[in-house]
């Protein structure tokens, strides 16, 4: 038995019926079990003494509503959702398991989830249509809904043959001595009882129970009876108990037409079952797939031939008994095999089908694998399936958060983890739409990453994530995070977003654009559930300005050391001692101030950057390409060139003055060179204080011309140590995944 034995039991309609008569029975052995269990149902149909839910206003799923006033429905249910979910939390908070008896249940189920209760999903019927079964295995995958079928024809029917996560279980009903019968109450489970009921004499011929419906088949039921309506027939004893919907009656003189077959009907009894035990053959003509009629077993343990529709549960069910199965909506197919069954009894056929429930579908058999299956439903630990939005993609050729992206697929892949996980991929930046990287699942979205493409980009992934079912997201940045709020009220995935840098106080925002920026940041903040700051600047501001708290987590640089030969050639022209800059070209990574500093010396400056894109670095270089001791080279993106620029250079020139830790900053301390950086808490922080610090051109310039050799080897030294303990992708990786698995 589980720890947590409160369960709430949740129903949308009380009746003597179908999967209402399945709720009373389940609820019964449950808290025989010794489940404390409570139940809800939206409408009662019942008397007083035979209720077994207390009513509540419930969000319930009404088809035949939604079809012809969607609106209405549709803001009944969401106004129910807001009452039930008060519900849960007001007066059943400690009933940690919800069990939801039928598809119209779904909402509750979906609530129920959002505020972090287990939940089981218990389907009864077929589905409505391809759109509704499309829904559902959507709510499935987003919730991690768990779910029980009656049968695996209906399981197909839902299109969830391939889900894990729904399991196929039979029903099963007490046997006859067990139930109402002449006053004969709780003696408990006894064969010979049982067959000493069975033995009184079969009192009707054919016997019809059930809904009064055209779904039910009951008009096919009486077109054939009419076919059976003749001399040779006199006498032959039908027996019909039901009741219509709520609101609907008979017509007058329905059975009056009748000349030779004796017609009783006994309208809605609550002892309706029993009556099978009296009856040679029972009737199921449904024109839908039923998908496990309670009136099937009723009859099986009653010892009846049956005959029954070919549709549905029906043929699971009815497999090795003595039946015979037709096509639904066939009057004179179904009437031909009365005649054929009432004159074709032989001997041992009711016993067969008596033994069919006895080894099948008995109270205690349905008890033992309900209690199982449900069990295993309460407690089984959810795939953990992670998703990483944010970046062009991967393997990584852009960026900062790509290379991170590339590296945590490494490593997942390196120590095999546990989880599923899915990287989206900008298509439009994509060469060859790969399926997979290492051990990473791809999804393309057809939008570009970067600019103002980046919102819809991020937004779509985080929907797209979220609808694939992953239970785990890791944000890169903050251009979706407006999106957040709804898949916060629509997910129960756990959210974990890296804000990057403080992006709204760049200068190159304009006013809109950081006004954006900063209602984003705070989006992030607000509605995920962890934060990462790469810097404990960053983790400060978040601090200070939100009041919430952040896990700092910096980035790895080991990567761009690795697996490269010492005898990477230099581009050609490069000279063999030179400083080495590399960044964005953009005034708040001091390019203006670097160039100037190094045009004051005759100490050569390679300088690497995206000059050609802003009106900035095209007016810098226009300003410098006379600068016999400045080589302004554009971006270099080839790994071998890349490489030997770091490794062969005497000092690196780091000029950010914004974002935290900055990957390029980490990946050269990697290089075991001298760094001299811009004088800022962010920079300060990642080098804890050992590099050396400008905040000028004449600072920088005097920082050049007085680096001694010990200095320089003090400030290798010290780098190469921080980078080898702090920045390496194994413990980064370690870091993410720790934070993933424990949230």
């Known amino acids: 038995m589980l720890d947590d ?20 029975i389940i609820i019964s052995f449950m808290q025989k079990a010794g489940y404390d269990v409570e139940a809800l149902v939206a409408v009662e149909h019942n008397e007083p003494a035979l209720r077994y839910a207390q009513q509540a206003e419930l969000p ?83 919730f991690d809904l768990k779910i029980i079928v009656v049968s695996q024809a209906i399981k197909t029917a839902w299109g969830l043959a391939n ?100 017609i009783e009907y006994l309208g809605e009894r609550a002892d309706a079952a029993t009556f099978f035990a009296q ?138 983890h546990r989880a599923i996980l899915t990287v989206w991929c900008s298509s439009k930046e994509s060469r060859d739409r790969a399926e997979r990287f290492e051990s990473a699942r791809l999804r393309y979205i057809g939008l570009r990453a970067n600019g103002i493409q980046s919102i819809p980009y991020d937004i779509l992934s985080l929907l797209g994530a979220v609808f694939s079912g992953h239970n785990r997201i890791v944000l890169l ?47 992030a903040i607000r509605f995920s559930h962890h934060i990462i700051a790469d810097n404990q600047a960053i983790a400060h ?9 952040s896990e700092i987590i910096a980035y790895g640089g080991d990567h761009a050391v690795a697996k490269m030969a010492a005898s990477c050639r230099l581009p050609d022209g490069v000279p063999n001692t030179y400083a080495l800059a590399l960044c964005r070209i953009e005034p708040e990574n001091n390019v203006h101030m670097i160039l100037k500093a190094f045009a004051s010396l005759d100490k050569p400056l390679v300088f690497v950057g995206n000059w050609k894109n802003t009106a900035y670095g095209r007016k810098l270089k226009a300003q410098y390409k006379d600068s016999e001791n400045l080589y302004l080279l554009d971006p270099v993106y080839e790994p071998e060139g890349l490489y030997a620029l770091r490794a062969k250079a005497s000092a690196y020139i780091h000029g950010h003055s914004a974002g935290g830790t900055n990957p390029s900053l980490v990946e050269m301390m990697h290089f075991g060179i001298a760094i001299l950086a811009f004088d800022c808490t962010f920079n300060r922080l990642t080098t804890e204080n050992a590099a050396g610090y400008f905040k000028n051109s004449e600072e920088l310039s005097a920082l050049i011309y007085n680096l001694s050799p010990q200095k320089d080897v003090e400030i290798r030294e010290a780098m190469l140590d921080i980078a080898q303990r702090r920045y390496r992708w194994d413990h980064i990786g370690k870091q993410y995944f720790e934070l993933l698995d424990r949230i």
């Open 5 to 24: 034995q409160s369960i709430l039991f949740i129903d949308c309609v009380s009746d003597l019926y179908g999967s209402s008569r399945i709720a009373r």
């Open 60 to 142: 319930i799923l009404v088809m035949r509503e939604f079809r012809s006033k969607p609106f209405k429905s549709l803001a009944k249910v969401v106004a129910n959702s807001v009452h039930f979910a008060k519900l849960l939390r007001k007066c059943y908070p400690r009933h940690h398991i919800i069990y939801c008896n039928s598809f119209a249940t779904l909402p509750a189920a979906i609530i129920a989830r959002m505020m972090r209760r287990h939940c089981i999903l218990h389907l009864h019927e077929s589905a409505p249509t391809p759109v509704v079964a499309l829904l559902l295995r959507a709510t499935i995958r987003v």
């Open 163 to 262: 889900t894990p996560q729904a399991e196929v279980l039979h029903n099963g009903i007490p046997d006859l001595d067990e139930i109402h019968i002449e006053n004969d109450r709780g003696r408990g489970a006894d064969t010979k009882a049982a067959t000493a009921i069975l033995e009184r004499g079969r009192k009707w011929d054919i016997a019809y129970v059930g809904r009064l419906t055209q779904k039910k088949g009951f008009y096919t039921f009486l077109n054939a009876l009419r076919s059976l309506d003749s001399p040779e027939r006199k006498g032959t004893k039908v027996l019909i108990i039901g009741g219509c919907l709520p609101g609907v009656s008979l017509p007058k003189g329905l059975f009056s037409d009748f000349s030779h077959l004796h």
């Open 279 to 416: 009856s040679k053959v029972a009737c199921i003509p449904s024109l839908f797939a039923d998908p496990f009629p309670t009136t099937g077993l009723e009859a099986l343990r009653a010892g009846c031939l049956i005959i029954a529709s070919k549709t549905g549960g029906l043929p699971e069910m009815l497999q090795e008994t003595a039946s015979i199965l037709v096509e639904p909506d066939n009057a004179q197919e179904l009437a031909n095999a009365l005649i054929s069954m009432l004159a074709d009894q032989q001997e041992g056929q009711s016993r067969q089908n008596r033994m069919q429930y006895e080894s099948r579908f008995t109270l205690e058999r349905f008890q033992q694998r309900f209690l199982t299956v449900f069990e295993q439903q309460s407690t089984t630990v959810p795939v953990l399936k992670i998703a990483l939005l944010g970046t062009v993609g991967v393997p990584g050729r852009y960026g900062g958060f790509e290379t991170l992206a590339e590296n945590l697929v490494l490593y997942h892949a390196r120590i095999r």
């Open 477 to 523: 940045g903050i251009s979706g995070a407006l999106a957040l709020p709804l898949i916060r009220l629509i997910s129960r995935a756990r959210i974990v977003t890296n804000i990057d840098g403080i992006e709204w106080k760049r200068e190159k925002w304009n006013g809109l654009a950081r006004a954006f920026l900063k209602i984003s940041e705070w989006a």
């Open 541 to 549: 501001h978040i601090k200070e300005a939100y009041g919430s708290d």
